[in-house]
């Protein structure tokens, strides 16, 4: 499995200001993921991003609000873009365990709250 | 796109007793991952079916993918408190592809 850190844990910003989110892994991976969930409720993917390339962007999300780097295989940010009050959420990475194997190992999150 | 429906979104139950929680798609899916996360945690990944008809077991937990491989279920037998949490069924979008698309979840309350 992989250990997977993110900083910060949790973050109060005002509205209108950006956070950028760091996610390491502590081995080599092709595909990180990033994700939001919002208190009590399901994981909604972001974006994919792949060591080398522009991060592929789910429906709803563009990068001009959440860009993302992947400058390597084991670390990549995500930062969220003049926050609003409803950007307040949980950010989670994850990456693929590889190799023909399609579980994904997450991170412990990072709690946002936007006033 | 893929959609992947859980039911119930709640579930009490007595300590001892069962649950089950199910999960259903309207397309065929290429395999079913569970996952579970603890209250104030993150999803941590339990186990893949991929074969149809298929059925895993760890320890009180049991799983199953439909032979049509357009549902499965988690059955717990004997519910402890270290069960509580929220079960999330997740669906490869399609073959070759990576990303998952997450259930809404059944969140698991133990009485003890």
């Known amino acids: 499995s992989a250990v997977i850190s993110q900083k910060p844990s949790r973050d109060i910003c005002q509205r209108g200001t950006s956070l950028t989110i760091q996610c390491q892994v502590d081995s080599q991976v092709t595909m990180m993921f990033w994700y939001r969930q919002q208190p009590g409720q399901s994981l909604t993917l972001i974006a994919t991003a792949n060591q080398g390339s522009e991060a592929t962007y789910e429906s709803g999300f563009v990068i001009d609000k959440f860009p993302i780097s992947r400058p390597n295989l084991t670390f990549s940010t995500l930062t969220v873009s003049n926050m609003s009050p409803e950007d307040s959420s949980i950010y989670l990475c994850?990456?693929?365990?590889?190799?023909?194997?399609?579980?994904?190992?997450f991170g412990p999150g990072t709690r946002l709250t936007v006033l | 796109g893929q959609q992947v429906m859980q039911i119930p979104q709640y579930q009490h139950v007595q300590e001892g007793e069962d649950f089950t929680t199910y999960c259903n798609s309207s397309?065929?899916?290429?395999?079913i991952q569970w996952y579970k996360q603890r209250p104030g945690g993150h999803p941590v990944f339990l186990i893949q079916?991929?074969?149809?008809?298929e059925v895993k077991k760890q320890k009180r937990l049991t799983f199953q993918f439909g032979e049509a491989k357009k549902n499965s279920s988690l059955h717990i037998t004997a519910t402890q408190t270290t069960d509580v949490g929220t079960y999330f069924c997740a669906a490869l979008r399609g073959a070759g592809s990576y990303q998952l698309t997450f259930g809404k979840g059944t969140k698991l309350s133990v009485i003890p």
């Open positions: 994850s990456v693929e365990r590889g190799a023909s194997y399609n579980e994904q190992f």
């Open positions: 079916l991929v074969k149809s008809g």
């Open positions: 397309t065929t899916l290429s395999n």
